[in-house]
């Protein structure tokens, strides 16, 4: 790497996502230590990351990623570091020909039913649930009232059996109850995909985000370097080295722990995506940001970019997701973007933990590390979480 890193750093930092890329700057800006941040891709933001194409459209080069949170101190850190444009996500989902809101709630009720019936379903949810309550599918596929039980087999039949078979390859039951839990009945006329207090987009988009947040003198960032083949883990005696010396500082690593390990416990499977993007020259394609298809077609939804941050152009941008099996051999499919969390895969994840714990100056976070299913405000806090908890045994 041609730099001494030893003496020269007291943290090195391996991905430059969010959770990288706030704990470099709180150790950076907070505790005065010196940080290199070392990122495998040409760019910074991880999955996050935005740029603005030739048409002037803000293109999300992972798929679509909406801020939202209920969490105010997440908030207020990134709002160190931009000013927000206002935005609430709202999905539409194309069943029977018809696009209706999702979650389903009582607008899409009414669209799907005869006003009377519908009418009887709204009282027997609101009696169950309270107005305003929100119930997971797989929850309400257990009621005992009849109507409610016929609702709950038309959702979970036209809205999630098949969206789920393509994004997992698995039924919905297969998979962890937290997953589908994201998208709940909601028993309320609000079309909004999140109902956190906080919802918007960083207003010149989530790259410059990161640049910000990485901007602090202290922070070294090295992209289109792959830091796992500099560290060495020495089991015998808990040390981490770096050509054949004890390396002095802390290491952070946001990427996936089987790989650290050279997959020793066996690979930990992950889903992945292929995005077609394709720009049209017409104004708008799409009457919203997003269009989920659960039954038709190979693709599960389709995304506008320019509803997201509103542009003037007389072209627009769509991306299409095509969900596949990870594999870090086939260049097509090896990013991971999903961690597959059923219980044989979080005991893998777990033998992988229990190694990283050994090494008292490694931490490991993030979506990938942590091998968990966070939003972004998830992995921003849990990084605010574990600087705190590691700076003052630094
Ligand atoms: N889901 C579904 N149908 C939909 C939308 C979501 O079955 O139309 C299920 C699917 O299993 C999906 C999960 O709910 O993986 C979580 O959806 P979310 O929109 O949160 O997924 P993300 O945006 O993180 O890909």
Known sequence: MGTPINGKYDVVVIGAGFSGAVIAERFASQCNKKVLVLE???????????????????????????????????????????????????????????????????????????????????RLLVQHYGYGGKVAILDLKETKEPLLKELATLVYEKFFVNYTTKQWGCSPKQISPAVTARVPVVISHDNRYFHDSYQAIPVNGYTKVFERILSHPNISVKLGFDGIGLFEFDESTSTIKISDNEFEGRLIFTGMLDQLFGYRFGELPYRS????????????FQPNTTVNYPNEHQFTRITEFKHILPVESDHTTIVREYPQDYDRLDATKNVPYYPVFNEGNQTKHQAYAALANKFKKLTYIGRLADYKYFNMDDAIANALTTFRKISNVF
Request: with cysteine.
């Open 40 to 122: 495998q891709r040409d760019h910074v933001g991880g999955n996050c990351f935005d740029y603005k194409n030739q048409f002037g459209v803000v293109v999300h080069k992972y798929g679509p990623h909406l801020f939202h949170t209920n969490k105010k101190e997440v908030w207020d850190y990134l709002s160190l570091f931009t000013k927000w444009h206002r935005y609430e996500h709202e999905v539409l989902a194309s069943i029977d020909g018809q696009l209706v809101p999702l979650p389903f709630n009582l607008n899409t009720l009414y669209l799907l039913y005869p006003e009377e019936k519908a009418k009887t379903i709204e």
């Open 273 to 284: 995506l292929k995005f077609d993007f394709e720009t049209l020259a017409q104004k708008q």
